[in-house]
T-cell receptor, first 118, second 114 residues
């Protein structure tokens, strides 16, 4: 299995530009999570999907951030317009439905996208 | 919401010694406590987890203990090796049918000196 795939691995952009991060979950996984990692705030959950439907987006910092999952094998996290404080590593993770109907405990993380907004 | 605090933020140990990382959580409803290891340039990877109905769990050189009353849990690594050098994250969450969210601690950077 290829694991969770994220692209690009690194992104450098200028303030005000639109940034799109991409994620391909592990095949067959029906939960997908987007996280942001910074030195100041650690690892924060931004949003998660189940069967392509957003379940909880309470972690999305503001309206400049949006996430979509048009199908089971692809999700995007978009920042428009980007700001220097958005600089962070963004992780995507996926997992299967567990016995209780919710996600399994184990989340499988991708390698992350390191974003730098100048 | 849940708040997870993790200590220490950095830990340097001699190869062969033990390493202990401690976390506290605030939400008494949390019933699932995983530990993730993040190596340089990679995403976090689950190394061990524990549910609230268990006080201790061991897997080879790593073990986790949970004290529900005090709301704290710890990771113990024995006989540390250079490949144990990484950033370790604890997390707490509620496992339920409607979906579960994990709240992560701030991380501990472990350096094992040969």
């Amino acid at each position: 299995d290829a694991g969770v795939i994220q692209s690009p691995r690194h992104e450098v952009t200028e303030m005000g530009q639109e940034v799109t991060l991409r994620c391909k979950p592990i095949s067959g996984h029906d939960y997908l999570f987007w996280y942001r990692q910074t030195m100041m705030r650690g690892l924060e959950l931004l949003i998660y999907f189940n069967n392509n439907v957003p379940i909880d987006d309470s972690g999305m910092p503001e309206d400049r951030f949006s996430a979509k999952m048009p199908n089971a094998s692809f999700s995007t996290l978009k920042i428009q317009p980007s700001e220097p404080r958005d600089s962070a590593v963004y992780f995507c993770a996926s997992t299967l439905t567990g016995l209780a109907g919710g996600p399994q405990e184990t989340q499988y993380f991708g390698p992350g996208t390191r974003l730098l907004v100048l | 919401g849940e708040n997870v605090e993790q200590h220490p933020s950095t830990l340097s140990v001699q190869e062969g010694d033990s390493a202990v990382i401690k976390c506290t959580y605030s939400d008494s409803a949390s019933n699932y406590f995983p530990w993730y290891k993040q190596e340089l340039g990679k995403g976090p990877q689950l190394i061990i987890d524990i549910r609230s109905n268990v006080g201790e769990k061991k897997d080879q050189r790593i073990a986790v203990t949970l004290n529900k009353t005090a709301k704290h849990f710890s990771l113990h690594i024995t006989e540390t090796q250079p490949e144990d050098s990484a950033v370790y994250f604890c997390a707490a969450g509620v496992i339920k049918a409607a979906g579960n969210k994990l709240t992560f601690g701030g991380g501990t950077r472990v350096l094992v000196k040969p």
